[in-house]
């Protein structure tokens, strides 16, 4: 449940909007991997942040790097997380639609 909220806001922060790439470009993301270990335990009314990391340009699976961190900034879990683009009307993978990529390619290095 934290991985989803952390990649929803920082796709929000983006203006991405999951509900857009749902009800009109027809493109939903399943999680295909979770990897997540527990360093530390939260506790009852800890304030906990999540920083959501993407190192690449997505490609047909785009891949989550998540921290989870108490209110003392202290290392408490790490994950990765894949998910994939599906259409939602042929259930076939596919590639980012643009208005991910275009919205994403201002934060990577473009050399090729």
């Known amino acids: 449940m934290l991985y989803e909220i952390g990649r929803v806001e920082a796709f929000r922060e983006l203006g991405i909007r999951y509900k857009y790439l749902e009800d009109e470009l027809k493109?939903?993301?399943p999680v295909i991997s979770v990897?997540?270990?527990y360093?530390?335990?939260a506790k009852y009314d800890d304030l906990l942040s999540i920083k959501t990391?993407?190192?690449t340009?997505?490609?047909k699976i785009?891949?989550?790097f998540f921290?989870?961190?108490n209110q003392e900034n202290e290392l408490l879990h790490k994950a990765e997380v894949k998910l994939c683009f599906v259409n939602m009307i042929t259930n076939q993978m596919v590639r980012p639609p643009h208005y991910i990529t275009n919205k994403l390619a201002n934060y990577f290095d473009q050399k090729d």
Do not use: D, V
Request: no cysteine; charged share 25%; proline share 10%.
């Open 67 to 69: 921290e989870i961190f």
């Open 27 to 29: 493109i939903m993301m």
């Open 35 to 37: 990897e997540s270990r």
């Open 53 to 55: 990391i993407l190192k």
């Open 39 to 41: 360093i530390k335990p």
């Open 57 to 59: 340009l997505p490609s």
């Open 62 to 64: 785009i891949h989550y």
